[in-house]
């Protein structure tokens, strides 16, 4: 007896599953920017200074990439074959730290009489003032030692003087730790930021560009405060910054006060748009990185990649300075006179093209800035041919001597 086959549907066999083509895995931006500085580079931590001077120059986005990624400048410059020769002298630096050491001796009392003098309010009381010990492990030890440092002195309504704090700002999505020179806790809640500098205040007023500088350094750490005060009731942090500077050609010190609001929203404007730093580093080529074990050539194709706005000012506050200076000049660019020459010529940004649209080889009549230049030029040769005319017809005892 045969047996039966088994009644019901043929067993189904499933379908092939065809490959399908591996997905990349989306990259981070901390990821993206770690490919630009490279594998096996540390990040380089961005300071008030590097940050201000950033806020200085907005529109380059060569610097904001490459502070937003990290990237050493300094070593990056040096790779290139144009290192810059910054850094502070030794008794530069031996000097403004016995300046720094003097302003905060005896628990700050000096500092705080000049606060009292410029800012007002009431006195601090001789010895009442708390200095909180903010030594921690390392940066995000001492900011959090420093955040709760503020909260306590806030919330007990004294006087406190915190030297050194250490603050932290995101920057780019990762944490910029900063340290400014002092802050005072008033009884009222408010927080002031004090830079202590050592160029001297000369007849109560000292230099244009160093006190702008010392400025947006300062409108860095209040932006940083101003993340610590969110979050702690009762506090404020004050817009006006106490500067501290040399009276005269002494070591006494005098004291300043500086509005820095202006600063502070440019800097807020610009940390905004280094969050948005992706966008540059998404226009890249493939394969772009600032790795400085590249050769200079491929460092000077990767830095080439992400547009510049060179001005003079920069040779202060940028290491990659001279590098973009010589390509501006290269380029024959207006930006090398200035950001006021380049502001004043409109459209025309060569050399060339400025010398062309003056000798009426190029540009729009019409246009204001080659009528302008044009007009210029021709009184220019109207002087010369005068000048010409006069040495023509002075005797030849007075031409010779000219």
């Known amino acids: 007896m045969s047996e039966s086959p088994a009644s019901g549907p043929p067993p189904q066999i499933p379908p092939t599953r065809q490959p399908t083509a591996r997905q990349p895995r989306p990259t981070t931006l901390r990821q993206r920017l770690a490919e630009l500085r490279g594998p096996s580079v540390a990040p380089h931590p961005l300071d008030a200074r590097a940050l201000a001077a950033l806020a200085a120059n907005p529109g380059c986005k060569r610097r904001a990439l490459l502070d937003g990624a990290g990237v050493d400048k300094g070593v990056l410059a040096t790779a290139l074959g144009s290192p810059a020769p910054f850094g502070q002298s030794q008794f530069a630096f031996m000097r403004g730290n016995a300046f720094e050491a003097k302003v905060k001796a005896d628990g700050g009392t000096e500092l705080l009489r000049l606060m009292y003098e410029r800012l007002g309010g009431s006195p601090a009381p001789a010895g009442d003032v708390s200095t909180p010990d903010l030594s921690a492990a390392g940066p995000e030890g001492r900011a959090a030692r420093t955040a709760l440092a503020l909260r306590e002195a806030t919330a007990a309504g004294g006087w406190a003087l915190l030297d050194h704090p250490m603050l932290a700002l995101e920057v780019a999505g990762s944490p910029a730790y900063l340290e400014p020179d002092a802050v005072v806790v008033h009884p009222d809640g408010r927080w002031t930021v004090v830079e202590i500098k050592?160029?001297?205040?000369?007849?109560?007023?000292?230099?244009?560009?160093?006190?702008?500088?010392?400025?947006?350094?300062?409108?860095?750490?209040?932006?940083?405060?101003?993340?610590?005060?969110?979050?702690?009731?009762?506090?404020?942090?004050?817009?006006?910054?106490?500067?501290?500077?040399?009276?005269?050609f002494s070591n006494l010190p005098t004291a300043s006060v500086v509005d820095v609001r202006k600063q502070r929203a440019v800097t807020r404007r610009q940390l905004t748009r280094l969050t948005r730093i992706e966008d540059i580093a998404d226009a890249l080529p493939e394969g772009t990185t600032f790795d400085p074990a590249c050769s200079p050539q491929e460092l000077e194709s990767a830095v080439s990649s992400v547009t510049a706005a060179y001005a003079p000012e920069c040779l202060a506050a940028c290491e990659l300075a001279f590098h973009c200076r010589a390509r501006s000049r290269a380029?024959?660019?207006?930006?090398?006179?200035?950001?006021?020459?380049?502001?004043?010529?409109?459209?025309?940004?060569?050399?060339?093209?400025?010398?062309?649209?003056?000798?009426?080889?190029?540009?729009?009549?019409?246009?204001?800035?080659?009528?302008?230049?044009?007009?210029?030029?021709?009184?220019?040769?109207?002087?010369?041919?005068?000048?010409?005319?006069?040495?023509?017809?002075a005797p030849e005892g007075v031409a010779a001597c000219r």
Request: proline residues 4%; glycine residues 10%.
């Open 331 to 393: 380029q024959g660019a207006v930006a090398t006179l200035g950001r006021s020459v380049r502001g004043e010529l409109g459209g025309l940004t060569t050399v060339a093209g400025v010398l062309a649209a003056a000798a009426g080889k190029e540009g729009d009549p019409a246009d204001p800035t080659v009528a302008a230049l044009r007009r210029a030029a021709d009184l220019r040769a109207d002087a010369l041919e005068s000048a010409a005319a006069l040495r023509a017809q």
């Open 198 to 248: 050592s160029f001297p205040m000369i007849d109560a007023s000292a230099d244009a560009a160093k006190v702008g500088a010392a400025a947006r350094q300062a409108a860095v750490y209040v932006l940083a405060l101003e993340r610590v005060a969110a979050v702690t009731e009762g506090a404020e942090v004050g817009h006006r910054v106490l500067l501290v500077c040399p009276k005269d």
